[in-house]
């Protein structure tokens, strides 16, 4: 896979050519039209435009390069900046190639451009910078884990003091190391056979549940957001997932203090994210991630979590949507669209590997038998010692689709 800093090289070129091309030909039409399609006239129009055009073509790289494509929204003040300061330099150079002198009058006479000769260009980049450019750029640079069908799964080791970790709503139990590494690996092979792509998040040894990679980041398209987790234990965790997921090209995000957040307490459906107010996430982690996903499209709903360590302990969502969850562990059911009782505690969670096909814990075979005979294909996979920690199918992994 091309590394991100290549990719948004290629795409802030891309755009840059593409702004520069329509602006150019828009402009050269306009005026050429205006001297009623006399060819004759192609050689004083060409190197007049010419100029302002390589200016947009530069300016509009450079702005790409610097995050000036990355919204629409900032895509439209970035093209109304490169317009104007393009045709303002583009005529400049050009004054200076014919050895005009910058006396007040040819002042006078760029500026009056604008609402002249330079006003074709000048709105022709305008325009064709947050839209032409814009979608230049994202065809390009989206071409990554989250938009070329490659799936990618972010996975992290258990560390060697696994055991020690967190547990606040059942009894703890001795948890085999020995097992639980043999179960990761499991875990990660099916999520690879199920035609995942996964990478390992540097190994935080020392910090015991740094496993549940999943509570350190939630993604959004090729949008990250770091938690800030609920247990002051955990936050050391969220620099290694940073990290990888900078590797991967997306854009990062971030819960800040006082404001907490787990990336299990977050589930996604749709457009619509529900995140567990409970222990772990406060009510000003809450506010803050739907401050930064609103103007990705997604509705945060805020759900009560009483009964269980996170949002995602309780309930997970199939691929169709329905949410699914075990009735004793759900604060408030009816708050989901479409909700759907599994018998076990542990078939409340499911990743979802495609449109058909779910991965679930062996522990849940009721709950496995119901899902199947919805019509989706399980892969189960033990995870016995994890669940030990209160951990589940969605814990293990951050997956970016």
Same mark, same amino acid.
């Given at each position: 896979? &091309? &590394?991100?800093?290549?990719?948004?090289?290629?795409?802030?070129?891309?755009?840059?050519?593409?702004?520069?091309?329509?602006? %150019?030909?828009?402009?050269?039409?306009?005026?050429?039209?205006?001297?009623?399609?006399?060819?004759?006239?192609?050689?004083?129009?060409?190197?007049?435009?010419?100029?302002?055009?390589?200016?947009?073509?530069?300016?509009?790289?450079?702005?790409?390069?610097?995050?000036?494509?990355?919204?629409?929204?900032?895509?439209?003040? &970035?093209?109304?900046?490169?317009?104007?300061?393009?045709?303002?330099?583009?005529?400049?150079?050009? %004054?200076?190639?014919?050895?005009?002198?910058? +006396?007040?009058?040819?002042? +006078?006479?760029? %500026?009056?451009?604008?609402?002249?000769?330079?006003?074709?260009?000048?709105?022709?980049?305008?325009?064709?910078? =947050?839209?032409?450019?814009?979608?230049?750029?994202?065809?390009?640079?989206?071409?990554?884990?989250?938009?070329?069908?490659?799936?990618?799964?972010?996975?992290?080791?258990?560390?060697?003091?696994?055991?020690?970790?967190?547990?606040?709503?059942?009894?703890?139990?001795?948890?085999?190391?020995?097992?639980?590494?043999?179960?990761?690996?499991?875990?990660?092979?099916?999520?690879?056979?199920?035609?995942?792509?996964?990478?390992?998040?540097?190994? +935080?040894?020392?910090?015991?549940?740094?496993?549940?990679?999943?509570?350190?980041?939630?993604?959004?398209?090729?949008?990250?957001?770091?938690?800030?987790?609920?247990?002051?234990?955990?936050? +050391?965790?969220?620099?290694?997932?940073?990290?990888?997921?900078?590797?991967?090209?997306?854009?990062?995000?971030?819960?800040?203090?006082?404001?907490?957040?787990?990336?299990?307490?977050?589930?996604?459906?749709?457009?619509?994210?529900?995140?567990?107010?409970?222990?772990?996430?406060?009510?000003?982690?809450?506010?803050?991630?739907?401050?930064?996903?609103?103007?990705?499209?997604?509705? @945060?709903?805020?759900? =009560?979590?009483?009964?269980?360590?996170?949002?995602?302990?309780?309930?997970?969502?199939? =691929?169709?949507?329905? @949410?699914?969850?075990?009735?004793?562990?759900?604060?408030?059911?009816?708050?989901?669209?479409?909700?759907?009782?599994?018998?076990?505690?542990?078939?409340?969670?499911?990743?979802?590997?495609?449109?058909?096909?779910?991965?679930?814990?062996?522990?849940? =075979?009721?709950?496995?038998?119901?899902?199947?005979?919805?019509?989706?294909?399980?892969?189960?996979?033990?995870?016995?010692?994890?669940?030990?920690?209160?951990?589940?199918?969605?814990?293990?992994?951050?997956?970016?689709?």
């Amino acid at each position: 896979m &091309t &590394t991100s800093w290549g990719r948004r090289l290629i795409a802030s070129v891309s755009a840059a050519v593409a702004v520069g091309a329509i602006a %150019f030909i828009a402009a050269t039409f306009v005026l050429l039209a205006a001297n009623q399609l006399n060819a004759a006239a192609l050689g004083s129009i060409t190197p007049y435009v010419m100029y302002n055009a390589l200016v947009a073509l530069v300016l509009t790289f450079a702005a790409a390069l610097l995050g000036g494509l990355v919204r629409r929204w900032i895509a439209v003040i &970035t093209g109304v900046v490169v317009a104007l300061v393009s045709t303002l330099l583009g005529t400049i150079v050009l %004054f200076t190639a014919l050895n005009v002198g910058f +006396a007040a009058a040819a002042w +006078a006479q760029i %500026f009056q451009s604008f609402i002249g000769l330079n006003l074709p260009f000048w709105l022709a980049v305008a325009i064709a910078l =947050p839209t032409a450019g814009y979608a230049v750029y994202h065809a390009i640079d989206d071409e990554s884990a989250f938009g070329s069908g490659t799936r990618i799964a972010l996975v992290r080791i258990p560390a060697t003091n696994l055991a020690d970790g967190l547990v606040t709503h059942i009894d703890r139990e001795p948890v085999d190391a020995e097992l639980a590494d043999k179960q990761w690996d499991a875990y990660v092979a099916a999520l690879s056979q199920a035609g995942w792509q996964t990478v390992e998040v540097a190994s +935080a040894d020392g910090l015991a549940d740094s496993v549940f990679v999943e509570d350190t980041a939630i993604v959004f398209g090729d949008t990250a957001v770091i938690s800030l987790p609920g247990a002051d234990s955990r936050r +050391a965790e969220t620099p290694g997932t940073e990290a990888a997921l900078r590797a991967q090209g997306l854009r990062i995000e971030r819960i800040q203090e006082p404001g907490t957040l787990d990336g299990g307490d977050v589930l996604k459906v749709g457009s619509t994210v529900y995140v567990g107010r409970g222990g772990r996430t406060n009510a000003e982690g809450i506010r803050q991630l739907r401050a930064l996903v609103a103007p990705l499209g997604y509705t @945060v709903v805020g759900v =009560p979590v009483t009964k269980a360590l996170h949002l995602k302990t309780a309930v997970t969502a199939l =691929p169709d949507g329905t @949410v699914i969850g075990y009735e004793p562990l759900v604060d408030n059911p009816s708050v989901f669209e479409r909700f759907l009782p599994v018998p076990e505690a542990h078939g409340t969670a499911v990743v979802v590997l495609s449109d058909d096909t779910v991965l679930m814990s062996s522990s849940a =075979p009721a709950s496995i038998a119901l899902v199947e005979d919805l019509g989706y294909t399980v892969v189960q996979v033990d995870i016995s010692e994890f669940e030990k920690l209160e951990g589940c199918v969605t814990c293990l992994s951050i997956r970016i689709r």
